[in-house]
Structure formats: structure tokens, C-alpha cells
């Protein structure tokens, strides 16, 4: 009789190893929300990797008690494909920052998303380069002030959902580094969705950039700073007696004001569908910043499409079944060779 499987804890996914990064990091909450989420999965440790590049995120192999890789500036998208495409049954985790996803990195992440190869990307945004000491990054916003711009950044940024959207992303997702209950469900649903699951945490960093996401971090300005999106949901947002809703006409938001006992949807604001076929409404949702509109965070699409890896397996059995398995001395030996010799 086969002995009975313990249950894995969060403790099993701690590694030994000193976690070093700065007092009050946000990677730190976010280190110990994917901890306490990986248990739940139900996927055995060794099935179970974690890919980085490069920055203050890319850490996070080291300190997951899992197989990792850490690897070259921006090219952790490109080592996870080989291995979802060598090992499909693994669980792939890539972790990434806005600078190293979407600075040098940027051309491998969209091409991992197009292609749908079933893994997770968690880009943690912080707009700031914090490991090497602040410079502007790809997501910083215009008039951004740091050590490489202190006239202010002249760049228009990046938003990271919109890229994701962008190169075809069949799951999208926001979430907040200090939210943990919120940021365990997004882990849940990135993991359960079939395809590329991309999901931004918005995270502070402390020391070169601190409070960047302070309305979204604080509970008490939190209500009034963002919409939490629920699939089947209207998009409304506020306190108690302060209720407003977004409005989609032609792809363009706007803000309805809500008294005491109005029904959100008769008065026009749109019901949340992270279904739609097309990327356009997902695209509006990307489009609502602050501080003229809340900051969306939750699910803003999640659709099926056919991953990488089932359209390589069927390419791969297709041949088989043409043409056998092949045998490989025989093709070296098929054309012309030489012999070289001392």
C-alpha cells in the first residue's frame, strides 16, 4: 500500500537562502503570497520552476525552495519557451520587472505572449530601475525625476496591460503587492488559465521611488483610487454614498455619477466581461489611469486559444506518423561528407 502524501505548506517553499532586498521592498509581499499560493496548486515541487532575468525581481529563484533558472537581461521569456517546450507538464514561472521586461526584454515578452506557451509571467512594476539605483525605466511617468533624467523624463511610458494586450494575451490580470488576499486570487486564476497568463503587481520600491502606488497601497484612499473588477459585475467604484461607474461609448470611458439606490447598469455603466472575444474592451480598461479615472485591478481578459505547445505536439506527431521517428545517423550520412583526419 502506497504511504500517504504529506501535504505541502508554504514552509516547503522557502528556500535557505537570505532574502536581500531592501527594508519594506514590495517583494517581499509578493515573495510570500506566491509561498503561500504554491501549495495550493497542487503541483509537486519538482514540477515546479521559476525563470528570471535580470533586477531586484530576478532574485526570485533563489528564493523559492523549486528548480530555477537565473538567467541574461530580458531573455527569461525565452529560456521559460524552451522549457515549456522541452518539459510541458512543468509549471513555469517567469518573474520580471518593468525594466527588464520591458526595456531590453520587451521584444522576448511579446513573443512569449503571442504564442501562447502555457506559463505565468509575473511583471512586478515599481517604473523605477532599483537594482541599479534608480534610474527611469520603461513604465516611469513623463516628468518622472531620478538620477538619469533629474530635469524629468521626457519618454512617454509604457503600460504594461496594454502591451500584454498589445501582442495578443489571452489572460490579463493587476493585482497589488501589499493586497495579499488579492494577489492570491490572481496567482490561483494565472495558474488555472491554459495559455500565457500575464499579470502586473504593482510594487513599491522604497528607496528610489517610493509611494509610486500609494492610492492603490492604502486602505483608506484605496476605494476611491481603484475598481476591482468582478467578472458579471458593473463597473462601480467608491465609498458608501459616493458610488461612480465607467461608461464605455465607442471604446471610450467615461465617469457616471451615481445617488443613493440608482441601478449602475440603467444608468449606462458597462457590466465587466473578461470574456470578450476581442481585446477592445480589455484595451478601455488599460486605458482608465489616474488621476482622471480609477486604476482597474483584477481580471481584464481571459480567453482560450490553442497553446504553442499543443500546436508543436500535434506538428511533432503529425510528422511521426508520416514519415516514422527518422533515424539520425542516416540523415548526417545523406548528403555529401568528409572525412577529416589528423
Known amino acids: 500500500m ?8 508554504r514552509k516547503d517553499f522557502v528556500s535557505d537562502q537570505d532574502v536581500r532586498w531592501c527594508p ?9 503570497n506566491v509561498q503561500k499560493v504554491m ?6 515541487r519538482e514540477n515546479v520552476v521559476f525563470v ?5 525581481s530576478s532574485r526570485f529563484p533563489y528564493y523559492m525552495n523549486t528548480y530555477g533558472f537565473h538567467t541574461i537581461h530580458g531573455r527569461a521569456p525565452a529560456f521559460a519557451t524552451g522549457i515549456k517546450a522541452a518539459r510541458p507538464e512543468l509549471s513555469v514561472w517567469v518573474v520580471t520587472g518593468d525594466g527588464d521586461g520591458l526595456s531590453i526584454g ?4 511579446l513573443h512569449v505572449i503571442r504564442r501562447n506557451v502555457n506559463l505565468q509571467i509575473l511583471l512586478f512594476n515599481n517604473r523605477i530601475y532599483g537594482l541599479t539605483k534608480g534610474q527611469y525605466s520603461p513604465t516611469s511617468r513623463l516628468g518622472s525625476k531620478s538620477k538619469s533624467t533629474p530635469a524629468g523624463t521626457i519618454d512617454h511610458p509604457v503600460d504594461p496591460i496594454s502591451f500584454a494586450l498589445g501582442a495578443g494575451a489571452t489572460f490579463v490580470a493587476r493585482t497589488v503587492d501589499v493586497d495579499a488576499a488579492h494577489s492570491q486570487e490572481m496567482l490561483q486564476r494565472a495558474h488555472e488559465h491554459k495559455g500565457t497568463a500575464f499579470v ?22 484605496r476605494a476611491e483610487a481603484a475598481l476591482v473588477l468582478e ?13 461612480r461607474g465607467i461608461k464605455i461609448t465607442d471604446g471610450v470611458p467615461s465617469i457616471v455619477e451615481l445617488a443613493e439606490g440608482d441601478d449602475p447598469v440603467a444608468k449606462g455603466v458597462a457590466v465587466h466581461n473578461e470574456k470578450h472575444a476581442s481585446a477592445a474592451y480589455a484595451f478601455a480598461l488599460a486605458s482608465l ?18 497553446t504553442y505547445e499543443d500546436m508543436l505536439d500535434a506538428q511533432v506527431t503529425s510528422a511521426l506518423n508520416k514519415s516514422g521517428p527518422g533515424d539520425l545517423q542516416k540523415l548526417l550520412m545523406s548528403a555529401d561528407t568528409w572525412t577529416v583526419g589528423g
Open 231 to 243: 467578472h458579471g459585475k458593473p463597473l462601480v467604484w467608491g465609498t458608501k454614498g459616493a458610488k
Open 106 to 109: 520587451g521584444n522576448h515578452l
Open 39 to 44: 501549495p495550493e496548486l497542487g503541483v509537486p
Open 200 to 221: 502586473e503587481i504593482l510594487q513599491n520600491c522604497p528607496v528610489y521611488n517610493d509611494n509610486e502606488w500609494l492610492e492603490i497601497e492604502d486602505r483608506k484612499t
Open 2 to 9: 502506497a504511504a500517504a502524501t504529506t501535504p505541502l505548506t
Open 24 to 32: 519594506g521592498c514590495g517583494d517581499y509581499s509578493i515573495l510570500a
Open 52 to 56: 528570471s532575468g535580470i533586477g531586484c
Open 289 to 306: 489611469a489616474r488621476p482622471e479615472f480609477p486604476m482597474p485591478l483584477g481580471v481584464m481578459r481571459a480567453v482560450e486559444k490553442t
